[in-house]
């Protein structure tokens, strides 16, 4: 069994930052994709992160250049450092970790984050 466990969500002013944090455990089978997704009120979950175990990263549009994602394989560990926060970026962080050969999805229980003035 696999548990995701966030941390580092917040609220924060527009323009400020915050750095999300997720430890996996268990039975995380290799090779695998991890990721950070988000949920905003009346919106679909959307992906806005990944990065493989080799280090390839891809971002969603709207935070290019303002968030960043790393990984510590050997703890099963990945972050997201997110720059200039915007009120647009308010919602539920969820951290995933897909099994790449069987494409199973795994969740975290999400984090809020809150970029308010």
């Known amino acids: 069994q696999v548990q995701l466990v966030e941390s580092g969500g917040g609220s924060v002013q527009p323009g400020g930052s915050l750095r999300l944090s997720c430890e996996g455990s268990?039975?995380?089978?290799?090779?695998?994709?991890m990721g950070w997704y988000r949920q905003a009120p009346g919106k679909e979950r959307e992906v806005v992160a990944t990065?493989?175990?080799?280090?390839?990263?891809n971002y969603a549009d709207s935070v290019k250049g303002r968030f960043t994602i790393s990984r510590v394989n050997a703890w099963n560990t990945v972050y997201l450092q997110m720059n200039s926060l915007e009120p647009e970026d308010t919602a539920v962080y969820y951290c995933?970790?897909?099994?790449?050969?069987?494409?199973?999805?795994?969740w975290g229980q999400g984090t809020q984050v809150t970029v308010s003035s």
């Open positions: 995933n970790v897909r099994d790449v050969f069987t494409n199973t999805d795994y």
């Open positions: 268990g039975s995380i089978f290799k090779p695998n994709v």
């Open positions: 990065i493989t175990q080799d280090g390839f990263t």
